[in-house]
């Protein structure tokens, strides 16, 4: 059920440290060891539930990107923002683009972000294994985002690859980065979003910060280990954009968990964490890679 990595996920070194013990708040309430590889700096979850028993800790009505029928005060505030983000989102691409073209969002979830691509006349797949989020999305869209890897892979090439927060979740990180560059035509960006290690607010929060979201997230970035996987995979980042609305979100359910129960001390709390990361660079709770092939 849970499988022990005897080799970093991103380097192959195997020396590592255990660096904190955090609890899963969101779900089952387990606590996880996160080791800290001593040759990349790479911070992941070890031990973690395998591939085939990770699932049970998706299962939550809360666990929005899958589900999307929860209405608590926070998930009613990211639906919002996600609306607002996903058009801002796709006009930030094309921009970053100069055109626009094909587009893959891997791990789609119910399929937000790829409707709004083709609103703004993307030519859009996704990719989603998630069985519930699937049927969502294809209510959503029209049509089913692959789920099979080997049907992607047939895919003809694209001009960019979002992975939205989804970096983080996935068991074979290697092959799925292979997948992903072979996908990505030669003067394609690739768009990573990911939680950052090296924010202000994980900095204040530590293990209680939500966006480590144990044993859901299996590896946490900053932008050093970042570098060492663009550099491994012959990739070069071309700019890191700030998430700020993160802050808010990832604010809100700390608070949550740790019991708290003013929503506007969060919201007060996040508006302060993305001042102070505008002072020092790279220290938003999540930031936004933009990546191209060397
Ligand atoms: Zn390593």
């Not at 309430?29 to 031990?47: A, D, K, M, W």
């Not at 049907?151 to 939205?164: G, P, Q, S, Y």
């Not at 992903?180 to 979003?193: H, M, Y």
């Not at 071309?238 to 929503?263: H, Q, S, W």
Request: charged share 25%; glycine share 4%; with cysteine.
């Amino acid at each position: 059920m849970y499988e022990r990595l005897t080799k970093c996920p991103l380097c192959k070194g195997v020396l590592f440290l255990n660096h904190m013990v955090v609890k899963d708040h969101a779900i089952s309430q387990e606590s996880f060891t996160l080791c800290r590889c001593t040759e990349c700096g790479l911070i992941f979850t070890n031990p973690r539930p395998d591939k085939d028993h990770i699932q049970s800790y998706y299962d939550s009505k809360d666990y929005i990107s899958h589900a999307d029928k929860s209405n608590n005060l926070i998930n009613i505030l990211y639906k919002i923002v996600r609306k607002y983000t996903n058009k801002q989102k796709i006009n930030f691409i094309t921009k970053k683009l100069k055109r626009k073209g094909r587009i893959l969002d891997y791990g789609c979830g119910t399929g937000y972000f790829i409707s709004a691509a083709a609103k703004k006349g993307w030519e859009t797949v996704g990719y989603e294994p998630n069985t519930i989020a699937l049927d969502e999305a294809k209510k959503r869209t029209g049509k089913s985002p692959i789920s099979d890897l080997a049907i992607l892979n047939k895919e003809k090439k694209f001009d960019a690859i979002t992975l939205f927060h989804v970096l983080e979740h996935i068991h074979d990180l290697n092959k799925t980065i292979k997948l992903i560059l072979n996908l990505l035509k030669k003067r394609g960006l690739l768009f990573i979003a990911i939680p950052n290690l090296n924010s202000i607010d994980f900095k204040q929060k530590q293990e209680n910060w939500a966006a480590l979201d144990v044993p859901r997230h299996l590896y946490h970035f900053n932008p050093d280990t970042m570098t060492y996987l663009a550099n491994q995979y012959g990739l070069k980042i071309v700019e890191i954009k700030p998430m700020v609305f993160d802050a808010y979100y990832v604010a809100l359910l700390t608070d949550k968990y740790l019991g708290r129960k003013n929503p506007l001390r969060s919201f007060i709390d996040a508006y302060r964490y993305n001042q102070e990361a505008k002072k020092q660079q790279h220290t938003h709770s999540s930031l936004l890679y933009i990546l191209k092939k060397k």
